[in-house]
C-alpha cells in the first residue's frame, strides 16, 4: 500500500479550473507568425491549379509569341504589310469607340461585328427551321431521303456564293439576298447530320419503342430525339461554322453595314491595319461561336 | 388440346451479307397459359431469336405462331419483354423509363398519381427505389437488368418474355429476385418464357425446360417436364433426388449430346 493515496476525481475537477487552462507552459515557444498562404493547404492547391494553367497555356503562348514574331519579320521585309505593332495601335484606336453611328456608311466596328451576326442568326435559325423537320423525315422515311438524294448532292457541293445572284434576283434586295445565301448554303449540314442520326439509332430503342407500342409522338419525343441531338448538335455546329465562313464573302459583294463590306471599305481606302484586325475578329467570333455551342452541347448529351 | 401459345414449324432465316443465314429451324411448341417454359442451349443458338418471334419483333420466315388463337404479328402490350442487354434509354432515369411503359398501358384509364405509384412499385419490387432518380450511366450491369425487369412488370403483362434476365446478378440477388419472379408469376399467374444459362435456375423455376439444339437451324432438341411440386424451396430442392435428377438431365444435354462444336480457328 502507497503512503500518497490518488484521488482521480479530485484531480479531475482541479484540471477543469477555469485557471489551470489559462496558464501558458513556462517554456511557450513564441507565438509563431501567421503561416505564408502559399504554405497552407488552399495556397498549395492554388499553386498547384495555377502550375497546372501555367503549363497548359505554355505551347499555346509560345506559338502565339513565334506566330507574332514572324509577322514582324514578314512585315519588316515588306512595304505593304503593317507589323503588329501598328496593327495593335489602330485596334486600340478602333475598339475605343465601337458603337459610332455617322450614318450607314460609317458605323463603328461593334455595328458591323452585330450586323453580320444578325445575318447569321436569321439565316442560320432559318435553316435550323427548315432542316431540322426534314433531317428528321428523311432519317425516318427511306422513300423520301431516295427522293432527295440526287437533289441534295447534286446542291450541297455548289459554292454559297453562286446562290448571291439568284437571291438577288428573286428579292431585289441586298439584305434579304445575303440571308438566303447563309440560308442555302448552312442547311446542308444540319439536314444530312439529322438524318443520319435518326438512321443511327440503336435497334434496341426502337425494339423498346415497338415493345412498349408508343405512340409515333412519343416515339419522336423519347426516343428518336433524344437520340439524335448529338449528331443534330454537330450539325448546327457546321452549320454555323459555315454561315460564319460565308457572310464575309458575301457582304463583301452586296455592301451595306457588316464586316465583310468593312473589309472591302476599308481596301479601298488602302486601310490594311484594318483588314488584318477584321481578320482577327472574323478569327474570334468564329471561335466564340464554336466554343458556346461546343458547350450547349455537352449540355444536351445525357452520358 | 387448346393452347395459349401455339409455335407451329417456325423458321428464321436472316438475309446476311455472306447469304442466307438459318437460325431456326421447324421449332414447334404449346404452351397452357399460366404455364412457365424456360429455353436452354448454348450462346448463339437462336434463344433470344425465337423470343423475339414470340415478342413480335420479327416474323418467322416460315411457319406461324399464335397467341390466344391469334397469329402474332406484332409486339403488344399483353406481352412484356425484358431484353438480354436491359435495353434502358439514357436518357431517362430509371423512374422515367418504368413510367414510360406504366404510362402507356395504363394513362388511358388511370391518374396521374396511379401511374406514378405503379412505376414506384415496380421499381420498389426490385429493391431500386432508392436509385428512381439516377439514369442508367449511374447505375451498375445488375441494377440496369432490374430496372429492366421492373418497366416489364409494370405492364402486368399476360405473358412474360425474359432473356436471360438475371445474367449479370451477384449469387444472392439473383436468388432473390428469382423468388420474387416466382411469387410474381403464381399471384399474376402469367405464361412466361425465360433464356437462361443457369442449368438450376431453369429447374428451379420453370414447369417444362424447352432443350435447343446448336445452331445454324437449330431447333428443340428435347423437352423435359419439370413436376417438382410448387411452391419450390431452393433449400428442400437441394435434398431432393427428384431435382438432382432433372439437373443431371439438363447437364447430360448441353455436355454430352450439344457439346459445344470446337470453333473453326
Ligand atoms: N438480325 C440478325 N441478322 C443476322 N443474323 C442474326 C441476327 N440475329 C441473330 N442472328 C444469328 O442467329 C443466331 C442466333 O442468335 P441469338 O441471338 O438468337 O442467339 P442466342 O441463343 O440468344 O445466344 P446468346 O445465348 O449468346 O444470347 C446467331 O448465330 C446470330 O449470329
Ligand atoms: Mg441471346
Redesign the interface.
Known amino acids: 500500500m502507497s503512503a500518497v493515496t490518488f484521488h482521480e476525481d479530485r484531480l479531475d475537477t482541479v484540471m477543469k479550473r477555469a485557471d489551470t487552462h489559462t496558464i501558458p507552459p513556462a517554456e511557450a515557444p513564441p507565438r509563431s507568425r501567421p503561416t505564408p498562404f502559399f504554405e497552407t493547404e488552399r495556397g498549395r492547391a492554388w499553386l498547384a491549379g495555377a502550375g497546372g494553367l501555367l503549363r497548359a497555356a505554355v505551347p499555346p503562348g509560345i506559338g502565339l509569341a513565334l506566330f507574332v514574331l514572324l509577322w514582324h519579320l514578314v512585315a519588316a521585309s515588306s512595304d505593304g504589310l503593317p507589323g503588329p505593332a501598328p496593327t495593335w495601335e489602330a485596334a486600340k484606336a478602333l475598339f475605343a469607340d465601337p458603337f459610332y453611328d455617322n450614318g450607314p456608311n460609317d458605323m463603328g466596328i461593334g455595328w458591323n461585328i452585330l450586323h453580320s451576326l444578325y445575318r447569321v442568326g436569321v439565316g442560320f435559325g432559318l435553316a435550323a427551321l427548315v432542316g431540322i423537320p426534314a433531317g428528321f423525315l428523311l432519317g425516318r422515311f427511306a422513300f423520301l431521303s431516295g427522293m432527295a438524294a440526287p437533289i441534295i448532292s447534286l446542291l450541297r457541293p455548289v459554292s454559297p456564293l453562286a446562290w448571291l445572284p439568284i437571291g438577288l434576283m428573286v428579292f431585289q434586295v441586298a439584305e434579304p439576298a445575303s440571308i438566303f445565301v447563309i440560308f442555302i448554303s448552312s442547311i446542308w449540314p444540319i439536314i444530312l447530320n439529322t438524318a443520319a442520326g435518326v438512321a443511327r439509332v440503336p435497334q434496341?430503342?426502337m425494339?423498346?419503342a415497338?415493345?412498349?407500342?408508343?405512340s409515333e409522338w412519343?416515339i419522336f419525343t423519347?426516343?428518336l430525339f433524344?437520340?439524335v441531338l448529338p449528331h443534330l448538335m454537330t450539325g448546327i455546329r457546321l452549320s454555323i461554322g459555315v454561315a460564319w465562313l460565308v457572310i464575309v464573302a458575301a457582304e463583301m459583294l452586296t455592301g451595306g453595314v457588316g464586316i465583310g463590306f468593312w473589309v472591302w471599305d476599308e481596301w479601298n481606302n488602302l486601310n490594311v491595319e484594318h483588314i488584318l484586325i477584321a481578320i482577327f475578329i472574323v478569327g474570334i467570333v468564329g471561335l466564340l461561336l464554336e466554343q458556346t455551342l461546343m458547350w450547349v452541347a455537352k449540355r444536351f448529351s445525357?452520358? | 388440346m387448346h393452347h395459349y401459345l401455339q409455335i407451329e414449324n417456325a423458321s428464321m432465316v436472316f438475309d446476311t451479307k455472306n447469304g442466307k443465314f438459318t437460325a431456326l429451324a421447324g421449332i414447334d411448341l404449346h404452351m397452357r397459359q399460366g404455364e412457365f417454359v424456360s429455353l436452354i442451349g448454348h450462346s448463339g443458338c437462336g434463344k433470344s431469336t425465337l423470343l423475339n418471334l414470340v415478342?413480335?419483333?420479327n416474323e418467322p420466315t416460315e411457319g406461324v405462331l399464335l397467341l390466344a388463337e391469334k397469329e402474332i404479328k406484332?409486339?403488344?402490350?399483353e406481352?412484356?419483354?425484358v431484353?438480354q442487354?436491359h435495353?434502358l434509354?439514357?436518357?431517362?432515369s430509371c423512374y422515367g423509363n418504368v413510367h414510360?411503359?406504366v404510362e402507356?398501358v395504363f394513362g388511358a384509364s388511370e391518374s396521374k398519381r396511379r401511374l406514378r405509384e405503379r412505376a414506384m412499385a415496380a421499381l420498389e419490387l426490385v429493391g431500386l427505389a432508392h436509385a428512381a432518380h439516377k439514369?442508367p450511366?449511374e447505375i451498375s450491369g445488375g441494377m440496369k437488368q432490374r430496372v429492366g425487369i421492373a418497366r416489364a412488370l409494370a405492364?402486368e403483362p399476360k405473358v412474360l418474355l425474359l432473356d436471360e434476365p438475371f445474367g449479370a446478378l451477384d449469387a444472392l440477388t439473383r436468388a432473390s429476385l428469382q423468388d420474387e419472379l416466382m411469387r410474381i408469376v403464381r399471384d399474376t399467374a402469367a405464361t412466361v418464357i425465360m433464356v437462361t444459362h443457369d442449368v438450376d435456375e431453369a429447374v428451379l423455376l420453370s414447369d417444362r425446360i424447352v432443350m435447343l439444339t446448336n445452331g445454324p437451324a437449330a431447333t428443340i432438341g428435347e423437352i423435359l417436364e419439370v413436376d417438382l411440386p410448387r411452391p419450390r424451396d431452393r433449400l428442400q430442392l437441394a435434398e431432393d433426388p427428384g431435382y438432382h435428377h432433372l439437373r443431371s438431365q439438363v447437364l447430360a444435354f448441353l455436355y454430352q449430346k450439344q457439346r459445344r462444336p470446337a470453333k473453326a480457328a
Open positions: 434496341d430503342y425494339n423498346v415497338r415493345v412498349l407500342n408508343l412519343k423519347r426516343i433524344p437520340s445525357y452520358a | 415478342a413480335g419483333l406484332g409486339p403488344g402490350p406481352r412484356g419483354v431484353f442487354n435495353s434509354l439514357p436518357w431517362l414510360l411503359a402507356r439514369h450511366h405492364m
